[in-house]
């Protein structure tokens, strides 16, 4: 594992981070818009059983979205 922010971990070898939750900390990352069922489907196979899909607060400087909650993947 590479440090990053607090609550992000970087997986040598893979290709995506992981997330943990950290009291108090932020994780940079991006929102994505009109994903479909079986897209998130795809996601959660890529993913693995190691991973859960949870709904997370979110902090935006600029956004429409900002204090939706929206879902990511917690490992």
């Known amino acids: 594992l590479r440090s990053t922010p607090p609550g992000r971990l970087s997986i040598r070898g893979r290709v995506y981070p992981a997330i943990l939750p950290v009291d108090g900390s932020k994780v940079p990352g991006k929102v994505w818009q ?3 069922d079986r897209e998130l489907d795809v996601l959660d196979i890529f993913e693995d ?7 997370v607060g979110i902090s935006l ?3 429409p979205f900002a204090g939706l909650g929206l879902c ?3 490992w």
């Open 61 to 63: 400087a600029v956004s």
């Open 34 to 36: 009109g994903i479909t």
């Open 72 to 74: 990511s993947s917690r």
């Open 49 to 55: 059983e190691e991973y859960v899909r949870e709904t």
